[in-house]
């Protein structure tokens, strides 16, 4: 008579780290922040896939000025967990950013290698300034001295997944920030 019971994304989150509430909340404080700061300056927020993709999508939807959007996609070299900092362009912007004024949309910044060579790489096509908003701050693994303008969150050395960030891919539409099942990560193979 009952089919067996849905198992969904959320059975393999241990701990909302950040509620959709208080996304929503600190999103539209960083869109009225953003609005204000850069009226009159038709910004272009260059984004990178595919973790920020959420963040962006309601971040723009909280911003009231007239703006762009464009996308990188970048992947480091090297697999594991470990960021590298040698970093191969997937995609690159789709139109100038000469003499624009540019900010810098990302997820999360964890060592912050990544957007180290992003930021190097960015300068190089003169835009007019440049500045980093990004969601969730975590300082504690930190290899590249970054100064980040407009934080969401600063939180803690744990492995987050949700609101775009994923671990292997899913988890991505999860609507709040969560921490993993330490059983999920510990597959067989591993131990
Ligand atoms: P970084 O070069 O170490 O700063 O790497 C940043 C990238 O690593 C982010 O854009 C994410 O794609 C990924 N990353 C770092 N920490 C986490 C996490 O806690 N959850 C999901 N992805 C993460």
Not at 86 to 106: F, H, M, P, T
Not at 136 to 159: H, M, N, S, V
Request: with cysteine.
């Amino acid at each position: 008579m009952h089919s067996a019971p849905m198992r969904t994304i959320h059975d393999d989150v241990e701990e909302v780290l950040l509620s959709a509430d208080a996304l929503a909340d600190r999103v539209a404080q960083l869109g009225a922040q953003l609005s204000a700061d850069y009226a009159g300056r038709d910004p272009v927020l260059v984004s990178v896939l595919k973790g920020s993709i959420v963040f962006l999508a309601d971040l723009i939807r909280a911003m009231e000025i007239p703006l762009s959007v464009d996308l990188m996609e970048v992947s480091s070299y090297g697999s594991g967990t470990e960021t590298s900092g040698q970093v191969r362009i997937l995609k690159d912007l789709s139109a100038s950013i000469e003499g624009r004024e540019v900010i810098v949309v990302e997820d999360i910044i964890d060592t912050g290698l990544t957007l180290n060579y992003l930021l190097r790489y960015l300068w190089e096509r003169n835009p007019a300034s440049m500045r980093i908003c990004c969601l969730l701050d975590k300082p504690a693994r930190r290899l590249a001295e970054i100064e980040i303008d407009y934080t969401g969150f600063t939180i803690p050395d744990r492995f987050v997944i949700g609101y775009g960030l994923d671990y292997d891919e899913r988890y991505r539409n999860l609507p709040y920030v969560g921490v993993l099942r330490p059983s999920v990560y510990s597959s067989p193979s591993e131990e």
